[in-house]
């Protein structure tokens, strides 16, 4: 008996000294997606015969069009106009047709010089990540290891695939395929990108046995251990998680039409109601554009205010890193003066603006330890969350380095706009604070605590709470 227990301690201890592939970047200071709160995703897709559209609602004709018309130099500085800290840009995605000149891609699938740049075309890829990398914006680059079901049929051939949902392809020939492939960008940019975002596949059993996570992961570490890998949650359930890639992004906030179907575990979400939006521990992607556009068609859009409460409220919860995410999709034309749909730029700019005079209170964050958000982080439970954002009084912020204490007042109620004070409870792991200031500006406010630990704050006469957010620091004594 006391064998078997010997022997049961050393097994316990070989597996909880191993770091499990789906638990890695869990503490801040080793995250190298912790920095990271705000982002902008944009598609820019290829699928070959026609690609995207100019303003006028024209689309490319070639997948030279495609890249030659595309405005790196715009794109770029109406991301660091928007304030945004990374990007996420499409590689490949529609039948996966990459926007880069692929001796892989050229070899497997069928007329692909049709559908490929050549060697001497433009790489858009590398002039999009120099002049990011240069603004300080860090680049991640959007694939598809599961899109085979839009491929022509001569390329289905190819893997024995038949039909949507098909289980019965040629798993090993099709994972040969993507080893290449993702081998191939891997050592294309290295030094260039940051990550791979890894789309969702079908919702279908053939989800769970298509792509060899395992193998596509190892492929990408063997040229780049530090490229970090981000699932795309999409309709992935309990269970799914984020298979082997380091985070999980949830795709949140979809277009109207999907809503009802959209949340079958348990959400419920307006999408014209920012009030109604709930935060993860994982990061979110939101879509800003419902509908697709042109001049005649403009789209429906989210509001800039929503997105920048909701862009806080993620952050009291996002432990993960990457915080909240916006997907806008620019169009292609040169010296347009804009590349975005009608009203996407304004909006943007406006969130930007929004977010500027209080980033240090979000960018660089950690959700609060003392007063913690209410949130499951299990990766095989994606879709539990915190309270919906109009439930909230207050949300708690914490520097990386856990020396800078936020408190944003998202919902003053009727009293605390009267009075223009805000009460908080003792902080749960017992830190100590001797003031408050605004963070926009530094206003200093009147700051009392009372022996059981509780925090009074109360503004100066001549001001007002902000109802989009009151971004309040806290002072840490340091000597604590």
């Known amino acids: 008996m006391r064998i078997i227990k010997i022997l049961s301690l050393i097994f316990v201890f070989l597996i909880s000294t191993e770091k499990p592939l789906i638990a890695q970047h869990r503490r801040v200071e080793e995250n190298p997606l912790s920095n990271l709160k705000f982002g902008l995703f944009s598609h820019y897709v290829w699928p070959g015969e026609k690609g995207t559209t100019d303003l006028n609602g024209i689309p490319s004709k070639s997948i030279r069009e495609q890249i030659n018309t595309f405005d790196v ?78 491929f022509t049929p001569a390329d289905k051939a190819k893997f024995d695939y038949k039909q949507m949902g098909d289980t019965t392809f040629n798993f090993q020939k099709w994972n040969d395929y993507l080893s290449e492939m993702y081998s191939e960008i891997s050592k294309r940019y ?31 570490e063997a040229v780049d251990p530090s490229l970090v890998l981000i699932q795309n949650y999409w309709h992935s359930g309990p269970g799914k998680g984020k298979y082997l890639c380091h985070t999980g992004m949830k795709e949140f906030q979809i277009h109207s039409k999907w809503f009802e179907g959209f949340w079958q575990y348990g959400l419920a979400a307006d999408r014209n109601d920012g009030n109604t939006w709930p935060s993860f521990g994982y990061s979110s992607l939101g879509y800003l554009e419902e509908n697709i556009v042109s001049k005649e068609n403009p789209p429906t859009l989210l509001k800039a205010r929503d997105m920048f409460r909701y862009t806080v409220y993620q952050s009291s919860s996002n432990s993960e890193g990457l915080g909240a995410c916006w997907c806008a999709n620019p169009v292609r034309g040169l010296n347009t003066g804009s590349i975005w749909a009608p009203g996407v730029e304004k909006t943007l700019t406006e969130l930007g603006r929004l977010i500027k005079p209080i980033s240090r209170s979000i960018f660089g964050t950690k959700p609060s330890v003392s007063w913690p958000a209410k949130v499951d982080v299990d990766p095989d439970k994606p879709f539990v969350k915190t309270g919906d954002l109009g439930s909230v009084n207050f949300v708690a912020i914490q520097s990386g380095d856990g020396m800078h204490e936020f408190i944003h007042l998202l919902n003053p109620t009727n009293t605390e706009i009267r009075s223009k004070v805000l009460m908080l409870s003792a902080p749960a792991d017992g830190k100590v604070f001797t003031g408050a200031k605004l963070v926009k500006d530094n206003t200093v406010l009147n700051f009392s605590k009372a022996t059981n630990g509780e925090i009074t704050i109360k503004l100066p006469d001549e001001l007002d709470w902000d109802l989009n957010d009151t971004a309040i620091e806290l002072i840490v004594n340091i000597r604590n």
């Open 73 to 150: 130099k715009q794109y770029v500085k109406d991301c660091k106009s928007f304030g945004v800290q990374y990007v996420i840009f499409t590689a490949w995605h529609a039948r996966m047709n990459p926007l880069y000149y692929s001796p892989v891609y050229r070899t497997w699938r069928d007329n692909a010089e049709k559908n490929n740049p050549d060697k001497n075309d433009k790489d858009l890829i590398a002039e999009l990540a120099n002049a990011l990398k240069t603004e300080g914006i860090d680049l991640f680059l959007y694939t598809h290891p599961n899109d085979v079901h839009d």
């Open 190 to 220: 290295k030094g260039k990108i940051k990550g791979f975002w890894i789309d969702e596949g079908l919702e279908t059993v053939s989800n769970d046995h298509f792509v060899d996570y395992k193998r596509l992961r190892s492929t990408v």
